[in-house]
């Protein structure tokens, strides 16, 4: 099983849309969780951080689920410049390094 | 805003030769990683080191590989004799000792290996 599984998309959405990720890891001992941004060849961003009881940023939500080791990340009212590759990524249990996902492609049309 | 910076931006270099990479991490950052991405996979840790030594290492970051803090602010990455296979972007980031493990990242080297 992969360390940080994610859905590679893309997901095409007219912008105004609603669209949702989802993200599964397999390390129940992990402690920190992320959403990050990626354009095209240019470095991960951080977006926002994941905690079990939820957090919103603007028309971005996360949400944590450790009991199924499960992550999800929804953005409303999509815009142009919300296309990316989104990372979902994971800290080890007892260490810094990040693990990352294989990323899931946003594209945002007119 | 402060962020990490890295040069070069691009480096060629021939197969068998030394390259290092530099980056500066945001200054109040105690934390300091190496991640690499080859073209079209995802992002892969290397290293971290964190007072003045290396905390963790992956498989990937085996004896061709070092890392240095020369000064108070410059981080480098060393690959002695690169190969074909080393061709990626490099990609330093920083995280500060609160805990909440964020880490910041630079916008990368992309090493080509010929």
């Known amino acids: 099983r992969k360390e940080v599984e994610q859905d590679p998309g893309p997901f095409n959405v007219p912008e105004g849309a609603t669209v949702a990720f989802n993200c599964t890891y397999s390390?129940?001992?992990?402690?920190?969780f992320f959403w990050y941004r990626q354009d095209c060849r240019k470095e991960p961003k951080l977006l926002m951080s994941v905690y079990s009881s939820g957090n919103e940023d603007g028309r971005f939500t996360a949400q944590l689920n450790r009991a199924s080791q499960y992550i999800s990340l929804l953005i409303r009212d999509s815009k142009l410049s919300d296309s990316a590759t989104y990372l979902c990524v994971v800290s080890g249990d007892s260490s810094y390094k990040l693990i990352f996902g294989s990323g899931t492609r946003l594209l945002v049309r007119p | 805003e402060p962020e990490v910076t890295q040069t070069p931006s691009h480096q060629v270099t021939q197969m068998g030769q030394e390259v290092i990479l530099r980056c500066v991490p945001i200054?109040?950052?105690?934390?300091f990683y190496w991640y690499r991405q080859i073209l079209g996979q995802k992002v892969e840790f290397l290293v971290s080191f964190y007072n003045n030594e290396i905390s963790e290492k992956s498989e990937i970051f085996d004896d061709q590989f070092s890392v240095e803090r020369p000064d108070g602010s410059n981080f480098t990455l060393k690959i002695r004799s690169t190969k074909l296979e080393d061709s990626a972007m490099y990609f330093c980031?920083?995280?500060?000792?609160?805990?909440?493990?964020?880490?910041?990242f630079g916008p990368g080297t992309r090493l080509t290996v010929l």
């Open positions: 390390n129940s001992a992990s402690q920190s």
């Open positions: 200054s109040n950052h105690l934390y």
């Open positions: 980031a920083s995280s500060d000792p609160s805990g909440s493990n964020e880490q910041f």
